[in-house]
């Protein structure tokens, strides 16, 4: 593909073709091998976001102002992620049995598309009213960001170590679930033991060290000499926007480009907050906005944007959970797949997980299975 077509393709680059890419390999040569495949992986997930949501990266403010419906939708389903948060903590304690679970990653995969998640109730009024709640208490509209918990993958499950004494606090829970936890009385949950996880561990502990065994690394002496290649942030951004100059079409690097943009934005300075902030308020049409008095204007106007953003997710929060009420009562799915655009991944996160279970359990002299 000439990198000067500006033209996307009808599909995104599947992993296995970003994966078979000579040019993409050739130009690795420069790096250490050991992680030439999780790069290339992270590549294609970006060109797969790139495709699908290249167009709101483009018009990145515009996104951030305009989505109250949006935001509410997300936020509703905040609550069955943490509804599966919890019964992940229980089936990790050994306290419930779930069916189909048979490992951790299928809690993973049930993160990945909660909106068909088997196990769970129906979203209820009172769990609504919680996150209402959480609405009404909160000042920053970030707060709202947490999307997949497994996206935050290790900060959930590392929730044994926050007994240690070394934890470092700002590593904690997500503020919504420490406000979860606080009017629903789970926060027992994050105190419950982990042998499930720890017999997970266990398994793969040992089929790591049977592969370091079968592909011992090399002497010292002839060590690789060349950097890792990065496989996120800066460094990745970086390389990627190179890749998608020469190899991609105009339009991907452009798009690139906005989402890096709207990701500045989301970070938030002073700068970039203040911007925010007087878009949003320009955009709230002829009513009344409060701001109140403040040493500094600026965290003023950022503050009154903040609440009259999160005031009007509430007020978009009602309608939304009638329309959720009515495809529960219609037996209709609730994110269609032509809406949902999940990235079709060529295994899941079961299926890698199980390979090396299985793998530590031979290495063990166990049985070839799933059944411990």
């Not at 890419?21 to 130009?27: A, F, N, S, V």
């Not at 590392?158 to 934890?167: E, G, I, N, Q, T």
């Not at 991907?252 to 300075?269: I, S, T, V």
Request: aromatic residues 10%; contains cysteine.
């Amino acid at each position: 593909m000439s990198a000067d077509s500006n033209q996307p393709p009808a599909t995104p680059r599947s992993e296995d073709e970003v994966l078979a890419d000579p040019r993409l390999h050739e130009w690795l040569q420069r790096y250490h091998p050991l992680f030439h495949e999780s790069c290339l992986k992270s590549y294609a997930q970006l060109l797969h976001e790139l495709h699908h949501h290249g167009k709101n990266y483009e018009a990145s403010l515009e996104y951030l102002l305009h989505q109250h419906d949006k935001a509410a939708a997300e936020a509703l389903w905040l609550l069955q992620h943490q509804k599966l948060f919890d019964l992940e903590c229980q089936w990790r304690a050994g306290l419930v049995a779930v069916p189909g679970a048979q490992l951790s990653s299928n809690f993973e995969d049930w993160h990945d598309d909660i909106q068909a998640c088997p196990v769970l109730s129906p979203i209820s009024d009172d769990e609504v009213a919680v996150l209402d709640a959480f609405l009404a208490e909160s000042d920053e509209p970030d707060a709202l960001d947490l999307g997949n918990p497994t996206h935050d993958f290790w900060l959930h499950r590392r929730y044994p170590h926050m007994r240690d004494a070394d934890w470092d606090e700002q590593q904690d829970l997500t503020e919504f679930t420490q406000f979860w936890d606080q009017h629903r009385g789970t926060g027992y949950l994050r105190q419950l033991p982990d042998p499930r996880g720890e017999q997970e561990a266990h398994y793969e502990m040992a089929a790591r060290a049977e592969q370091r065994r079968r592909n011992p690394p090399p002497p010292a002496a002839a060590a690789d000499p060349r950097p890792h290649v990065p496989t996120y942030g800066a460094e990745f951004d970086d390389l990627a926007r190179e890749w998608l100059r020469r190899f991609e079409p105009a339009v991907n690097l452009r798009q690139f480009e906005a989402k890096l943009q709207m990701a500045e934005r989301l970070e938030g300075n002073d700068d970039t907050d203040l911007e925010v902030a007087l878009e949003r308020l320009k955009d709230a049409g002829p009513g009344l906005v409060p701001i109140q008095a403040h040493a500094d204007w600026r965290q003023g106007i950022i503050e009154a944007s903040n609440r009259y953003y999160l005031d009007q997710v509430r007020a978009a929060l009602p309608h939304v959970y009638d329309a959720y009420c009515q495809r529960e009562q219609l037996g209709i799915r609730q994110a269609p797949v032509a809406e949902r655009r999940r990235r079709k991944r060529a295994a899941t996160h079961f299926d890698w997980q199980q390979e090396i279970i299985r793998e530590g359990r031979r290495a063990l002299g166990e049985p070839d299975d799933l059944d411990f």
